[in-house]
């Protein structure tokens, strides 16, 4: 057996009705022979989708393999077979050289195998140290303390008293991973854990992993972001349709070609993001939009100002966890404002602060929510039902009743449309592959016509070609006059599609940025509250957690920052915040946008 | 002795098998299972302690064989349940049927017979105080009742035990891919919730009313489930639940022995109301009701 070969020229494998996959390049880690994971001809399906078919898959010690391909390929499925969630139905695994029958995920992390899910295993109704206390033995105070040293030298900070359900996308996805470093792995498998990490945190991570695979902790290592791959793995395994495509080495193979063996086909040219010249009307308007939020350990938002206008696209960026969810609830209607203050917020000129969000719905706007599985669509209900849910004014009742064929047809053209990857509109929500469901998710609002649309991570776990679609479809329908409002803790992409940016933070809104004008490094200060001139002192945990409300000495406001932006700035007056106090970690934020295209 | 006086003195007595079971009840649905058998396996619970108790004089030994009847009723739930899963509420349903229809059957060579009941324990000093002393002499199973519901409250609150019961509720799918093993965790539970409701049986048919006779669960079973809803899932308000219902239970008795002209099927109806009132009004706020929601509850686990 040489060091780091994969499986060989397929020897024996039960599965041999498929090519020998094109090889290029092979892992490296000389010194150990024995891989540490083997998978020999696995394969998996669910009915008549094939998810898997005869994978081989071998993993070095002390390693960082990426696994790439499309929305639907069969990554998470291949992963979730190594961690016991998953039976395959062929095929075999060796560990250490050695076979074994992984039941269970009780039995893999008994061998040391860990795992990040892409739609996490924490649960709502705990706080972070009682998910964090499932899985890791120790008494709860000690636990407590490790989650808060951890949090800072990983830089994965959370409140370990705070309920799960309370928490955004990101901060989950900060436990996920904590949790899962806490246990110690051998094997370490990361199903899309930057998917919604802001950049200086997946900086971080990044430098935690390299620290672990020195220590000979082997990752798997799962993401759409092609860049990312480059820089931290070693080794890299392509699938597509459940088979292996093949082998690269990512450190010495360019994006380009990665794409290539993923989709098959180069990527197409991204639409230019030119703003559409044409001024619309203002179609959403924040007027000193105050909340106090119920939960004491989450932010209150102050004094938000915001218009957004037809014919653009205005990106608000910052760390999950600083008002996003708040923000997005108080727009959308799930969370009222009380009458008097029905004011602040106004749609298509109707004041809309205390109207439910169904009634918000009918005024024109649509909602694509951060959390796909669970409140962008009910996972046990099908494709076409799932549409229903808010196309039923779309035609889809008649007299009250269901329309069963128009709410066929209209899940049918949403799947066609954007490319869904799933047996059809009769497929429950929950078999579909994350990339797949959001792609739904985002296809069916933007269906809708609205003529706002707030969208919440719009590309989270799609992958390359997709997530080029989602974003020429936004730019379209911003031509289209559509007024849209992206929340994203990506930067690049907020830089790549919108017109102005604003940075939320501890609650508070950033004056508008021109996105021509601006940079990530900019907006990477005031994501960590640096760039306001009141910025909050230095020593707050590195300055990449989100700071809670009382932790931060941000009370004498200056009028300026929360001055509402007129209209747009001219060109020859950059609106420009000096960014004169240099938080710590200040210029973290991107290095450049070197996008995978 | 004033009517306030013995309504004091009552209350803690006439709540017990409901807290018993109730709490039973609580640790199933925690864990995702709807078992609405409840009524059944006390039935089952009393007539079995009954029998043992006239038996052998021994309450111990009628607590241990009400507790064993009533968590092997449970376990012939938990098969079709957790096995094939079937439906919770007919599986539940039938069950409850089932072990009524049994307990009918094994008591009737003792119906209306009687034994001794639990001797109430005297506090020296406190029980000889007005109003409070009442309230302080009862017997043995009241306290381990009571001691058991704030046990209960920790577990749920402060152990690993109770965090995995909460997760596998909230969802068995994340709580299996973390290597909890929900089915054997649920099995668990159920047997757990059927011994308190045989437990509770046994305290009704062996304690609180020492005789056997057909029927004399009288709905305490499906009071045992609503308490469990109407407390929104949380230990305290639970046995809160039960203490008001056994308070205005007896307040129901004692109004009508005192003859006042209200119509004794509305007088029968308050404890029912009112309880359900008061709990309901309790657990209005609906972050914290969301937040002890059992998000699986009545879900079949297919793993
Ligand atoms: N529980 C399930 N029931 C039915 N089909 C499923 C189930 N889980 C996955 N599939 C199907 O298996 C295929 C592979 O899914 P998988 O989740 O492994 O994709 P993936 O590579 O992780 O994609 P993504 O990048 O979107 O996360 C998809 O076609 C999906 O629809
Ligand atoms: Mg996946």
């Known amino acids: 057996m040489t060091p780091g070969a994969t499986s060989g020229p397929a020897s024996g494998q039960p599965e041999a009705g498929h090519p020998e996959p094109p090889r290029q390049g092979s892992q490296p880690e000389p010194g150990c022979d024995v891989p540490l994971l083997r998978l020999r001809g696995v394969s998996k399906s669910y009915g008549a989708v094939q998810a898997n078919r005869g994978v081989d898959l071998t993993v070095m010690p002390g390693s960082i393999h990426a696994i790439l391909g499309e929305n639907g390929a069969g990554k998470s499925t291949l992963m979730k077979m190594i961690y016991g969630v998953e039976a395959p139905d062929a095929g075999q695994i060796e560990w250490n050289g050695a076979p074994v029958a992984l039941t269970s995920p009780s039995e893999a992390g008994r061998l040391g195998i860990g795992m990040v899910f892409q739609h996490f295993s924490l649960f709502d109704t705990l706080t972070v140290l009682e998910n964090v206390a499932l899985v890791v033995p120790g008494s709860p105070r000690r636990l407590a303390a490790r989650i808060a040293t951890l949090g800072r030298d990983y830089g994965l900070q959370v409140d370990a008293t705070e309920y799960v359900g309370a928490l955004s996308v990101g901060e989950r996805q900060r436990v996920e991973i904590l949790r899962c470093l806490m246990q110690d792995p051998r094997l370490l498998i990361l199903d899309e854990p930057t998917a919604v990490l802001p950049p200086q945190m997946v900086t971080r991570l990044f430098s935690t992993l390299r620290v672990l695979r020195d220590r000979g902790v082997s990752i798997l290592f799962i993401s759409h972001k092609l860049d990312e791959i480059r820089e931290l793995c070693d080794a890299a395994t392509v699938l597509r349709d459940g088979q292996v495509t093949g082998h690269a080495d990512p450190r010495d193979t360019d994006t380009r070609s990665l794409t290539r063996m993923m989709i098959g086909r180069d990527l197409p040219p991204a639409l230019p993001a030119e703003p559409g010249g044409a001024e619309g009307a203002v179609q959403l308007q924040l007027s000193q939009l105050d909340w106090t939020n119920p939960d004491p350990y989450a932010p209150d938002l102050r004094g938000i100002d915001l218009k957004l206008r037809g014919h653009e696209i205005v990106g608000i960026a910052g760390i999950s966890g600083n008002g996003q969810s708040e923000l997005c609830a108080l727009i959308s209607g799930e969370t009222r404002l009380p009458t008097r203050a029905a004011g602040a917020i106004a749609l298509r000129g109707q004041s809309v602060g205390a109207m439910g969000a169904a009634g918000r719905r009918a005024l024109g706007l649509a909602y694509v929510p951060e959390e796909r599985l669970g409140h962008g669509a009910v996972p046990e209900m099908t494709l076409w039902q799932n549409a229903l849910l808010t196309a039923q004014s779309r035609g889809l009742t008649r007299r009250g009743m269901v329309d069963r064929r128009a709410a066929l047809r209209f899940a049918q053209d949403c799947i066609a449309g954007f490319d869904v990857r799933t047996a059809g509109p009769e497929a429950e929500a929950g078999s579909l592959s994350g990339g797949n469901l959001q792609k739904f998710v985002v296809g069916r609002e933007i269906m809708l016509a609205p003529s706002v649309l707030l969208v919440e991570q719009p590309t989270w776990g799609v992958d390359v070609a997709a997530a080029a679609e989602i974003r020429r479809r936004l730019i379209e329908m911003r031509n289209a006059g559509c007024a849209i409002l992206v929340i994203s803790e990506e930067l690049d992409e907020l830089f790549e599609i919108c017109d102005r940016l604003h940075v939320l933070h501890d609650g508070r809104l950033s004056p508008s940025l021109v996105t021509a004008r601006t940079t990530p490094e900019e907006v990477g200060e005031w994501m960590i509250g640096a760039g306001r001139p009141d910025a909050a002192p230095a020593g707050k945990g590195g300055g990449t957690g989100p700071a809670r409300p009382g932790s931060s000495g941000t009370n004498a406001d200056r009028p300026d920052t929360a001055r509402p932006d007129s209209a747009r700035p001219a060109p020859s007056h950059p609106d420009r915040s000096d960014p004169a106090a240099e938080g710590p970690g200040a210029g973290a934020a991107s290095e450049g946008s070197d996008h995978a295209v | ?303």
């Not at chain 2, 017997?139 to 997760?167: E, H, N, Y």
Request: with cysteine; aromatic share 8%; proline share 5%.
């Open chain 2, 1 to 303: 002795m004033s009517p306030l006086e013995f309504i004091l003195a009552g209350t803690l007595a006439a709540a017990t098998p409901l807290m018993l079971a109730a709490l039973g009840e609580l640790v199933v649905e925690r864990s995702g299972v709807l078992n609405l058998g409840v009524e059944g396996m006390m039935a089952l619970g009393a007539a079995v302690a009954f029998i043992v108790a006239y038996q052998t004089g021994g309450h111990g030994l009628a607590f241990v064989a009400g507790a064993g009847a009533g968590m092997a009723a449970a376990l012939v739930f938990a098969v079709p349940v957790l096995g094939f899963r079937a439906n919770q509420v007919a599986a539940g349903l039938a069950l409850g049927i089932l072990a009524g229809g049994l307990s009918a059957m094994v008591g009737r060579p003792y119906e209306s017979l009687t034994i001794r009941s639990l001797p109430k324990l005297d506090i020296p000093v406190l029980s000889d105080l007005p109003y409070v002393g009442g309230v302080l002499t009862q017997d043995i199973a009241v306290w381990a009742t009571l001691a058991m519901a704030v046990a209960m409250a920790w577990v749920f609150r402060s152990t690993r035990l109770g965090w995995r019961i909460r997760a596998v509720g909230e969802n068995p799918h994340a709580a299996r891919a973390i290597g909890t093993p929900v089915l054997r965790l649920r099995l668990a539970c159920i047997a757990f919730g059927g011994a308190l409701a045989g437990m509770g049986g046994a305290y009704a048919a062996t304690v609180y009313t020492p005789l056997w006779a057909d029927g004399m669960i009288a709905g305490r079973g499906w009071i045992a489930v609503a308490l469990v809803v109407f407390g929104t899932w949380r230990t305290g308000r639970v046995a809160l639940g039960a203490i008001l219902f056994g308070a205005l239970s007896i307040g129901e008795l004692v109004v009508q022995a005192t003859g006042v002209r209200i119509p004794s099927q509305a007088l029968a109806a308050l404890p029912y109301v009112a309880t359900i009132i008061v709990l309901a009004v309790i657990s209005s706020n609906r972050m914290l009701t969301r937040r002890h929601s059992v998000a699986s509850l009545g879900e079949p686990f297919d793993p």
